[in-house]
């Protein structure tokens, strides 16, 4: 086994290195400006029953060390995605590198997604389902499943059935109080992997226009400031459930993705920083790799919750 193959329970990647929805598109439109056989694993962006606009632009703000994102699950909706998307993403993709990410509005949403994006691909034809309880800027399903840990246990319990060979993998947000509470509803009713996005809101204002500078008034924080925010939230996390972590926000460099390992993730995914730097999935796994050597260190995992020892 080489130094950074990444078992996550009973799936296997390449390398510990992930692209996350949303920032990765449906992974083909990337296949000019990035190496794709060398990430370990990519998440096509999130797709929903019915078709959504997204939100109206200005969806995104830049500043110093953050941005702000209110897009609102943008998406062709599972019809065209199966017929037009699937493809494409099969066609620039290995199956152990797919993820297929689901969000709805209700949990019948979510379980009429998983049906078909399992048959679409067949059960070796992808690696995980990773069910989105995450996107903060829609009205109905997202964030609001991580927020009350009750639903998001009926949620789990819903859709596990319907993942047999595959890993089941549930994306819940940390921005809320009850985020052990939530991870520890994951594990129980039978997730595989526990994916932890770290964000939190923000608003700024356009000063000129005196009103807020996104259409949707407030946004999604993301970025390098996220970084220490989410370093925290794995450690509770980690503290709180045995199942594998990943874990986003704020990853930059090797450092940040190094600190994650260390507070108990399993595998990180990268998420804005890919809209500077889209070579850094493909790149940061070898940074990995001649890092554990040089430590003299036979493979990742010794260092993954290697600071609560």
Request: proline residues 6%; contains cysteine.
């Amino acid at each position: 086994m080489s130094r950074i193959k990444a078992v996550l329970g009973k799936t296997t990647f390449n390398t510990p290195i992930f692209a996350a929805s949303g920032c990765f598109g449906h992974a083909y439109e990337m296949a000019e400006f990035t190496d794709i056989p060398k990430i370990g694993a990519i998440s096509p962006k999130s797709v929903t029953k019915e078709p959504r606009k997204g939100n109206p632009p200005p969806r995104l703000w830049h500043g110093i060390g953050v941005q702000m994102s209110s897009v609102g699950l943008q998406n062709p909706g599972i019809d065209v995605y199966v017929k037009e998307k699937v493809p494409l993403i099969k066609s620039v993709c290995r199956p152990d590198q797919i993820l297929v990410s689901v969000a709805g509005g209700c949990i019948e949403d979510y379980v009429y997604n998983v049906d078909r994006i399992i048959n679409a691909f067949g059960e070796d034809g992808f690696a995980a389902v990773e069910i989105n309880a995450v996107c903060p800027n829609v009205s109905v399903g997202g964030s609001s499943f991580s927020k009350v840990p009750a639903n998001l246990a009926e949620l789990v319990k819903a859709v596990r059935p319907l993942v047999k060979k595959n890993a089941l993998i549930i994306k819940i947000i940390t921005l809320f109080d009850t985020v052990l509470d939530a991870a520890k509803a994951v594990e129980d009713n039978g997730a595989d992997i526990i994916f932890a996005a770290n964000h939190t809101m923000g608003m700024v204002i356009d000063v000129e226009k005196q009103r807020p500078y996104l259409h949707a008034g407030r946004g999604g924080l993301e970025g390098a400031a996220m970084l220490p925010i989410g370093v925290m939230k794995v450690w509770d996390i980690y503290n709180t459930v045995k199942i594998p972590i990943i874990s986003s926000g704020g990853i930059r460099d090797l450092d940040g993705a190094l600190q994650y390992f260390m507070a108990g993730a399993s595998a990180v995914a990268l998420g804005s920083v890919i809209f500077a730097d889209p070579m850094l999935p493909a790149t940061l796994p070898l940074e990995l790799d001649s890092w554990l050597a040089g430590k003299g260190i036979a493979h990742y995992s010794e260092i993954v919750g290697a600071a609560h020892k």
